[in-house]
């Protein structure tokens, strides 16, 4: 009886830990992140967008604000909508454009588009870690 006490326990303790680290979300549906989690992700990927880039910290943040905004408008597209992959995409494009005039230089402009069009693409992808 002992025994299965001590597995029941371990057991949930188990199951508390990979809530805590959002684990078992799977299809990525239901699962909010907290406004720090989300800064820190798009941060993340500002690294891999701007990869041999120099910035400073006030354009890496107005490229955070970027991403975040356009995540923001991108998860408002309805789904259903006939002319979602467009609307998506007039986001994306536009995304892109905001991100390339933060820079002034023509090289790093075409460093960052050749960044991103080397991220992987599509729902649940992560771009590569910043090296």
């Known amino acids: 009886m002992k025994k299965i006490l001590v597995a029941a326990a371990m057991l949930a303790v188990m199951?508390?830990?990979a809530s805590a680290q959002g684990g078992g979300g799977g299809g990525g549906g239901g699962m909010q992140?907290?406004?720090?989690?989300?800064a820190a992700r798009m941060a993340q990927q500002v690294d891999a967008m701007f990869?041999?880039?120099?910035?400073?910290?006030?354009?890496?943040a107005k490229a955070v604000d970027i991403l975040t905004k356009a995540g923001a408008e991108s998860r408002g597209v309805d789904?259903?909508?006939?002319?979602?992959?467009?609307?998506?995409?007039k986001i994306t494009?536009?995304?892109n454009a905001d991100l390339a005039?933060?820079?002034?230089?023509?090289?790093?402009?075409?460093?960052?588009?050749?960044?991103i069009a080397a991220m992987p693409a599509g729902r649940g992808q992560r771009p590569p870690p910043a090296l």
């Open 101 to 115: 005039m933060l820079l002034s230089n023509d090289g790093d402009k075409k460093k960052l588009a050749d960044n």
């Open 15 to 17: 199951a508390g830990s």
């Open 93 to 95: 494009d536009k995304r």
């Open 33 to 38: 992140q907290t406004p720090e989690q989300i």
């Open 51 to 60: 990869k041999d880039i120099t910035l400073t910290d006030a354009i890496k």
């Open 79 to 89: 789904r259903a909508a006939p002319d979602a992959a467009d609307q998506r995409k």
